[in-house]
C-alpha cells in the first residue's frame, strides 16, 4: 500500500478543498491500494502525529466548500528551526511523523512560507510536493495562485457596493484590500471595480498627489472618489524611513491602519467626508468561483501524477495556461511582487487611475 500525507498550512483561502479534491480524485484513480493520511492544522499536526486517515468519501461534496476540511494554522518559517515550548526539534518532529507513517509523500497546499518549510522537508530528504495557495496571488513561479480569483471577486464585490452608496452621499471612500506586501489584490480589484485610486506597497504614495486627484474629480463635476488601499499600502515618506524607525512609528498604533490615516490626511487636505471600509477576512471566506475551481482541479491531478511519477521537490505551478512544474528550492523565499512599471499599472494609468507617485 502506498501511504501520501496530505496538509493545509497558513492562512485559509476558498479552492483549498477543491484542490485536495483534485489530488485525491487522481490519486484514487491512479494506484490500486492508496491512503491518504490528512494532518490537522498544517505542520503542527504533522509535528505532533495529529492526524486522519481519510477515505474517499471525505473528498466527496467539497468542490464548492470555502475553508479546508483539514483545518490550517500559521507556523512561520523562521521559527521552524527554533524549539517548540517543549525544548523539541520541530523539524524532526516532521520527519519522525512521516517516517513513522511510513509516507511515499508529503503534499503540501501552502503559500510562501509553507513552500520555504515544504523546500526545507525536501532537502532533508522528504518527498514533498507543494501546491500553490494564496489569496496574494504572490507566489514566485506561477502566474495564479489558487484562491486568488475568488478573493478578488470579493473585494470587486465591495468596491461595487460602496460605488453606491459613494455616489449618493458625494464622499471619499477607501477600501482596504488584503495584502500586507504585494498589491496584486488590490490592483486587479482595483481595476474591477473601477476605482480611481489604487495604492500598493510596491508603489509608495504622495498623499498631496492623491488629495490633487480627488479635488480634480470633484472639479469636473464627480461628487465622489473611490480609493482601492492595500493592507501594506506606504508613503513616500515612511518608504524613505530606515526598518528600525518604520516599526517605531508603527508601534505608536495612531491608526488603527494604513487606510485611516490615509483618510484622516484627505479630509485635512481637501475637505470631503471620507470613510473607510474593511472587508478583511471576508476575503477568504466561502466557496471558491469557478475560475479557482477549474485551476484547483487541473493543479490537484498534477499533483497526483507527480506523487505517481515520483517527480519530488516541486511545486506545481500554471505558466501560460500550462500546468507544469518547478523545484521548490527555485521558488523558496521569493516574493512575486508588482513591478511599478508593469503593463496591468500602465494600462491602469491610462484608464486615469491615480497610483499616488
Ligand atoms: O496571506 C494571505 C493573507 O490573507 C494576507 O493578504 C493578509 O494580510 C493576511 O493573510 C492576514 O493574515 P491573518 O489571517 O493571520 O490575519
Known amino acids: 500500500m502506498v ?9 485559509d483561502c476558498q479552492s ?5 479534491r483534485g489530488v485525491a480524485k487522481a490519486l484514487y484513480r491512479l494506484y490500486d491500494d492508496i491512503q491518504i493520511i490528512g494532518f490537522e492544522d498544517g505542520y503542527k499536526g504533522l ?3 495529529d492526524y486522519r486517515i481519510m477515505e474517499p468519501r471525505d473528498f466527496s461534496g467539497i468542490l ?25 526539534d520541530k523539524v524532526e518532529l516532521m520527519k519522525q511523523t ?4 511510513k509516507l511515499e509523500c508529503l503534499v503540501v497546499l501552502g503559500g510562501n512560507g509553507s513552500q520555504k ?15 500553490p495557495k494564496t489569496i496574494d496571488n504572490d507566489l514566485w513561479g506561477t502566474d495564479m495562485t489558487f484562491g486568488f480569483q475568488s478573493a478578488m471577486n470579493i473585494a470587486t464585490n465591495a468596491i461595487d457596493c460602496i460605488h453606491t452608496t459613494a455616489a449618493s452621499h458625494g464622499r471619499v471612500f477607501i477600501i482596504e484590500v488584503m495584502g500586507h506586501k504585494v498589491g496584486w489584490l488590490t490592483l486587479q480589484a482595483g481595476i474591477a471595480g473601477g476605482a480611481d485610486v489604487i495604492l500598493i506597497p ?14 480634480r474629480r470633484n472639479k469636473v463635476g464627480k461628487r465622489f472618489t473611490i480609493i482601492a488601499v492595500a493592507e501594506g499600502a506606504i508613503s513616500k515618506e515612511d518608504a524613505a524611513l530606515s526598518k528600525k524607525e518604520l516599526k517605531k512609528k508603527q508601534e505608536k498604533k495612531t491608526y488603527p491602519s494604513v487606510s485611516y490615516e490615509i483618510a484622516a490626511k484627505l479630509e485635512e487636505l481637501t475637505g470631503i467626508e471620507t470613510r473607510v471600509t474593511i472587508p478583511g477576512h471576508m476575503q477568504r471566506g466561502g466557496g471558491p468561483c469557478a475560475y479557482d475551481r477549474v485551476l484547483s482541479s487541473r493543479l490537484g491531478t498534477r499533483a497526483a501524477q ?8 516541486n511545486l506545481v505551478v500554471i505558466r501560460n495556461n500550462e500546468i507544469t512544474k518547478i523545484p521548490l528550492k527555485e521558488t523558496a523565499g521569493k516574493l512575486k511582487t508588482v513591478n511599478p512599471k508593469d503593463s496591468m499599472v500602465e494600462e491602469a494609468k491610462l484608464l486615469g487611475i491615480t497610483f499616488g507617485d
Open 16 to 20: 483549498l478543498n477543491a484542490t485536495m
Open 3 to 11: 501511504r501520501i500525507g496530505m496538509l493545509t498550512s497558513g492562512g
Open 306 to 313: 507527480m506523487v505517481y511519477n515520483g517527480e519530488y521537490g
Open 47 to 49: 509535528m505532533y502525529s
Open 98 to 101: 512521516y517516517k513513522k507513517l
Open 64 to 88: 464548492t466548500e470555502g475553508g479546508t476540511i483539514l483545518g490550517t494554522s500559521r507556523q512561520p518559517f523562521k521559527l521552524m528551526t527554533e524549539p517548540d515550548e517543549n525544548g523539541l
Open 117 to 131: 518549510t515544504a523546500n526545507l522537508l525536501s532537502e532533508e530528504g522528504l518527498n514533498v510536493i507543494g501546491l
Open 202 to 215: 510596491e508603489i509608495p504614495y504622495d498623499i498631496k498627489k492623491v488629495a490633487e486627484a480627488v479635488k
